[in-house]
Structures are given as structure tokens and as C-alpha cells.
């Protein structure tokens, strides 16, 4: 992870233990997709649920480095605000 915004020059070094919390949006995210998937799957197209569960495991695998980000990003949010008068401009 960047250790600072390239916008904003916003530091994304917190103190120990502040992106704990995004683990419980790792979860989240996780269990939408798992019930997305479970409604696709087994609802919709009727495949069997030992089917899904190997599906759903693998494509957690696959995009667990997309949600490990997603989640970091959504709790540093929660916390940070966006100041877009203090941001540097890009092509200056």
C-alpha cells in the first residue's frame, strides 16, 4: 500500500492496529459476494451447492488481493475527509 496519497498527499500510515477494522469490511464484502454467488448459482441455475462452494472458495482466493484493497480503502474513508481545496493539482 502507498505510503501516502498521490493527490492529495494524505498519509495512509496509521497507528498500529487502525486497519483491524477493515477486516469487518473484508467480511462483509466476502459475505456479499457469497450470497451473490449462492443466488446465481443455486437459485437461478440450479447447480449443486458443493459446485458453489468450490467456486466461491476459489474466486474469494482469486480476489482476496482486490478486497484486501477495497476494504482498506473503505475504512480509511469512514475516518478521512476528502478536501479537495487542498489537493495538489495533477497537471500543473
Known amino acids: 500500500m502507498?505510503?501516502?496519497?498521490?493527490?492529495?498527499?494524505?498519509?495512509?500510515?496509521?497507528?498500529t492496529g487502525f486497519y483491524y477494522g477493515a477486516m469487518y469490511i473484508s467480511y462483509g464484502l466476502n459475505i456479499g459476494l457469497g450470497i451473490g454467488m449462492f443466488l446465481l448459482m443455486v437459485v437461478l441455475l440450479d447447480i449443486d451447492v458443493v459446485t458453489y462452494l468450490f467456486t466461491f472458495l476459489s474466486v474469494s482466493?482469486?480476489?482476496?488481493?482486490?478486497?484486501?484493497?477495497?476494504?482498506?480503502?473503505?475504512?480509511?474513508n469512514l475516518?478521512?475527509?476528502?478536501?479537495?481545496?487542498?489537493?495538489?493539482?495533477?497537471?500543473?
Open 79 to 92: 475516518f478521512v475527509g476528502h478536501k479537495p481545496d487542498t489537493a495538489k493539482k495533477i497537471n500543473s
Open 61 to 76: 482466493l482469486v480476489l482476496f488481493p482486490w478486497i484486501f484493497r477495497k476494504s482498506r480503502l473503505v475504512w480509511i
Open 2 to 15: 502507498n505510503e501516502h496519497c498521490p493527490h492529495c498527499d494524505e498519509s495512509f500510515v496509521r497507528e
